[in-house]
């Protein structure tokens, strides 16, 4: 009975009791609680519970969790660490994001035959592994083939929100911006009620430098209607909008924003790539950007 308090902490998503305490459990528990963790996108209290399980077990599925963990958390080259020795044997399982995880390090040749490892392994109806795969082919310069790819994830799930987004950018670097706009909007028309498609649609329109319409259809959003992730990461995009691509800083804002940060217990992950390479080449605060995601682990 005792062993299930900590799994009792953790679905109650009392995090600090949990890395005051989780010491004094069994090494089974911990591990119970740490891929569960895992599960909820908890990534950096996740990733103490395996440094302390790696102490005592030096086990492949052990450093998987905590591979994947630091990916969550973008440290890339932790991770790759990790997830090398987990699959330095004859491990299949988790084979999409080890290729996932070599793409991000640039070994995009042994990404190429990671991915097709996973794809042969049961990952080829995995909507996750395919969209990650056309991002790969894309980056790796086989335009027809991740074209090919983005249309087979979309025609199985038109609804698989990162692929929508993924494939509208793709074609906007074909300079097919006619294209890519409609498949922004069919998007918004077809899931009307989906919040990360109107998520999508916003950080769309800032990489367009399409600001007229970004204060346009985020004023259209129903902001205190929305449920708290979502106004946060409103708050994060706004943020970028105004202040971080002008130059610009605001402490009132970021105090809200932080505050409403805390009040969500659980993490938020999200791919912010685009983001942050506009960022780069308008020469804005990268540090700043990137304390203000990672402000959305937990």
Known sequence: MLENELMNLARNQEYEKIINEYQGYAIAS???????LRTKDVYKVTTLLYQHLLKHQDTTDFHYGIGQCYGKTYDYTTALHHLEQAFNTNRSEGANYYAYILERNFLMERADEWYQKALQNGY?????????????????NRLEAAEQV???VLTKNPAYTWAVKRYAFFL???????????VMQDALQKFPHNPFVKLNYLEYLIIRGMLEEYDEYSQSLGYDELVLPFQILIDLFDYFCYFLLQGKTNSERIE???????????????????????????????????????????
């Open 30 to 36: 911990i591990a119970e609680v740490a891929d569960f």
């Open 124 to 140: 080829d109806n995995d909507l996750w592994t395919l969209s990650h795969y056309a991002y790969f082919l894309e980056k790796y």
């Open 150 to 152: 983005y249309n087979d």
């Open 172 to 182: 906007l670097k074909q300079n097919d911006s006619n294209r890519s706009v409609r």
């Open 256 to 298: 809200l924003y932080e505050e409403k940060v805390k009040k969500y217990k659980d993490g938020i992950h999200r791919d912010f790539d685009d983001l942050t390479e506009l960022l780069a080449y308008k020469n804005g605060n990268l540090v700043e950007w990137k304390r203000l995601i990672n402000a959305l682990l937990v």
